[in-house]
């Protein structure tokens, strides 16, 4: 697998462009600035095939319908319990003021746990993962165990849970069941932030002791 983390927005969101050995691609969270985002794409010669949605905040979204546009393929994710986010992003993006945002909403839900997403060579199972939004998703490829979680877990942090529909107790039982059973080798790719892993996490987040 191949992985490029492509800091987008003010808010320094992570966006992940993922491919194979054959450059099918995927693009995770792509929150703003198409334009880079286009031309990364394009410079690498990827075949890109899915964009990928954790939830739907406007800094992991933002840039999904310029790229829809741009290569013609789905948007997916996340799971249908965000549908709120996507029918508010006009407010949202009055709130935060980031740039101007029409509503939209994506392709394909990801309303099934353990669903498996295939991106070439690629197979990337899909986890619902509430508590930062209610339909907060991740994306996990286990032949390299790399997960891609977007606000949900951070190096030595957690993901906000005052926005509406969050929840600190679905947060911390996202995090302590779905996450730590993977095991300590695992990579988290977080929406914001260095990497770090599942190992680093239990022995120093303290919001996890």
Same mark, same amino acid.
């Given at each position: 697998?191949?992985?490029?983390?492509?800091?987008?927005?003010?808010?320094?969101?992570?966006?992940?462009?993922?491919?194979?050995?054959?450059?099918?691609?995927?693009?995770?969270?792509?929150?703003?600035?198409?334009?880079?985002?286009?031309?990364?794409?394009?410079?690498?010669?990827?075949?890109?095939?899915?964009?990928?949605?954790? +939830?739907? +905040?406007?800094?992991?979204?933002?840039?999904?319908?310029?790229?829809?546009?741009?290569?013609?393929?789905?948007?997916?994710?996340?799971?249908?319990?965000?549908?709120?986010?996507?029918?508010?992003?006009?407010?949202?993006?009055?709130?935060?003021?980031?740039?101007?945002?029409?509503?939209?909403?994506?392709?394909?839900?990801?309303?099934?746990?353990?669903?498996?997403?295939?991106?070439?060579?690629?197979?990337?199972?899909?986890? +619902?993962?509430?508590?930062?939004?209610?339909?907060?998703?991740?994306?996990?490829?286990?032949?390299?165990?790399?997960?891609?979680?977007?606000?949900?877990?951070?190096?030595?942090?957690?993901?906000?849970?005052?926005?509406?529909?969050?929840?600190?107790?679905?947060?911390?039982?996202?995090?302590?069941?779905?996450?730590?059973?993977?095991?300590?080798?695992?990579?988290?790719?977080?929406? +914001?932030?260095?990497?770090?892993?599942?190992?680093?996490?239990?022995?120093?987040?303290?919001?996890?002791?």
């Amino acid at each position: 697998m191949n992985i490029d983390i492509i800091p987008v927005t003010s808010f320094q969101q992570n966006c992940s462009l993922i491919w194979d050995d054959r450059k099918n691609a995927a693009i995770i969270d792509p929150g703003g600035e198409p334009k880079k985002l286009i031309e990364k794409i394009e410079e690498n010669g990827l075949d890109l095939k899915m964009i990928l949605l954790t +939830h739907g +905040h406007l800094d992991h979204i933002g840039a999904a319908p310029a790229l829809k546009a741009h290569f013609g393929v789905d948007i997916i994710g996340p799971h249908e319990d965000d549908v709120f986010w996507f029918e508010n992003l006009p407010q949202q993006s009055a709130q935060f003021g980031l740039f101007e945002a029409n509503a939209f909403l994506p392709d394909m839900w990801l309303n099934r746990e353990n669903e498996v997403l295939e991106v070439g060579s690629l197979k990337l199972e899909v986890l +619902h993962l509430p508590g930062h939004t209610p339909g907060h998703v991740g994306f996990f490829e286990h032949q390299n165990i790399v997960a891609f979680t977007g606000d949900v877990l951070f190096h030595n942090s957690i993901g906000r849970t005052d926005f509406p529909g969050g929840s600190y107790d679905d947060l911390i039982s996202s995090i302590k069941e779905k996450l730590f059973p993977l095991g300590d080798d695992w990579i988290i790719i977080p929406g +914001h932030g260095p990497y770090t892993t599942i190992g680093a996490e239990k022995k120093t987040n303290p919001y996890l002791k």
